[in-house]
């Protein structure tokens, strides 16, 4: 999650506090969440919204670079991101990209290790447009093998582009390192060996689309001045003629990491870096471990935290430090992102972090801290789902996690449970060295952090 300024920090929980008498529901997510499903599998889910004339549509596919499990063939979840814009019989790209503008609606795809994610916001009166536009390509996308190759070019560039950067390096390769077997093994863009190959797989991608671009993979998420119905009547409308596949997509397993692993990128033109980076639960709105590790690194890393205070503010040898998790659906990692000033403190700041960790195992927190920093994720989360694309972007995030949109009522609920207890259970069990990856960037030929 985003942190926040300190000063933001204390003004919102002295907010919290004046209102701790007024009851509150347990939802974090104050609006009624309306589900149906169409007997193709489709799942539809609307959030009405007092946003007058205004209206969100997302749509989900639960297939992401997690679900690229064949060797050679990686990054084809983001490549639809793009090919899907590249418009079909009825709408072309130009047609598909005037009637958006003439609509005032404005169209954005993005891509994670779990989802794909499509989305407009325009006027409400253009709802049905929208349905209509998104669903042709849905359900009647096509392209030449031309129209492919193309595409498939603009994707190594993007790549070639992104690679220049040698945090993306490092974070690439410590996905590569600290994963044997899943797939989280390769980013979003997927192996670069792939991504040159991509041309060749014509075929290949029309296999991809047509396991995952179907019904069953898919939630159409509303939020805005709609109604349930008016919504499911035009779901039923432009999807319900899509036909319901047969693919199920089968990750292999990660193995248990047995012993500290380490990645070195050699660069000096940029500051230094040290990035830890320990093995974390998968997201569950059932089970508390996630939640829990979310409130710790809050807690550790923040910039009210006391490591942030040490090493950035009074000892200033750290430019910024940031640690956490991103949630998804099977375990992944928390990293904990140090940018030093001098390459001479990169083994210091590690044991410094290091302290700070095993005296947490022991110890645990100080109860103020953990029940304010519990106030802090859930408040500032509840203020910042503020328009209908908001609502309906952290809907499409559990939706992608879980399939199921309430989750994320479920798991605000988990953070409320948190204890000292969870905290001291949490540490011992995920901030191990042996689920260790250590990354580092300096101006040496070899990373010396140990």
């Given amino acids: 999650m985003r942190l926040l300024s300190t000063f933001f920090i204390f003004v919102l929980l002295l907010a919290v506090r004046a209102n701790a008498g007024t009851p509150k529901d347990d939802k974090i997510l104050p609006y009624p969440i309306q589900k149906y499903q169409l007997s193709n599998g489709l799942n539809v889910v609307t959030v009405p919204y007092d946003s007058p004339n ?29 090919m899907m814009f590249r418009g079909t019989d009825k709408y072309s790209k130009e047609k598909y990209n005037e009637i958006l503008k003439l609509t005032g609606a404005s169209a954005n795809a993005n891509t994670s290790t779990d989802r794909t994610v499509y989305h407009m916001t325009g006027d409400v009166s253009r709802l ?31 790549y070639t582009k992104n690679s220049a950067s040698p945090y993306s390096q490092l974070f690439e390769d410590i996905q590569n390192t600290a994963f044997d077997k899943h797939t989280y093994k390769h980013t979003t863009m997927g192996f670069l060996k ?11 991608s029309m296999k991809f689309f047509n396991r995952f671009y179907r019904p069953e993979y898919t939630t159409v998420i509303v939020v805005g ?44 033109n940029i500051p230094p870096m040290l990035a830890l980076n320990y093995k974390s639960p998968a997201f569950s709105d059932k089970d508390i471990d996630m939640p829990t590790l979310d409130v710790l690194s809050t807690i550790l890393f923040s910039e009210n935290s006391t490591l942030y205070k040490k090493l950035v503010i ?4 750290v430019r ?13 990692l928390m990293n904990i992102i140090a940018s030093l000033i001098n390459k001479g403190d990169l ?31 859930k408040y500032s989360f509840s203020m910042s789902i503020d328009n209908p694309s908001r609502i309906a972007s952290s809907l499409a995030e559990y939706v992608a996690l879980t399939g199921d949109p309430e989750s994320i009522n479920k798991v605000y609920a988990l953070y409320n449970k948190v204890t000292n207890a969870d905290i001291i259970r949490v540490a011992n ?17 070899k990373g010396e952090v140990k």
Wanted: proline content about 3%; hydrophobic content about 30%.
């Fill in 54 to 82: 205004l209206v969100s549509l997302y749509i989900v596919v639960r297939a992401g670079s997690r679900d690229e499990i064949e060797e050679g063939v990686t990054g084809f979840a983001h490549f639809f991101e793009h």
């Fill in 194 to 204: 792939d991504i040159i190959d991509m041309p060749n797989q014509y075929q290949y």
């Fill in 347 to 377: 083994q210091y700041v590690k044991d410094e972090i290091t302290k700070e960790l095993e005296k947490v195992k022991k110890e645990g927190v100080s109860p103020k801290k953990l029940a304010d920093t519990k106030s802090y994720l």
């Fill in 225 to 268: 001045d709609v109604k349930a119905e008016q919504v499911n009547k035009m779901a039923e409308k432009f999807f319900g003629a899509w036909k319901h596949g047969d693919y199920v997509s089968v990750v292999p397993q990660e193995p248990v990491q047995k012993e500290t692993r380490y990645v070195h990128i050699k660069n000096p």
């Fill in 128 to 158: 049905q447009l929208m349905f209509e536009l998104e669903s042709d390509r849905f359900m009647n996308l096509h392209y030449s093998e031309h129209d492919f190759k193309t595409e498939a070019g603009a994707v190594k560039g993007e």
């Fill in 320 to 332: 910024n430090l940031s640690g956490g998790t991103d949630n998804s659906r099977d375990p992944n």
């Fill in 314 to 317: 009074d000892e200033q040898k």
């Fill in 429 to 445: 069990k995920y901030l191990v060295s042996t689920g260790l990856t250590i990354a580092t960037i300096s101006a040496d030929e």
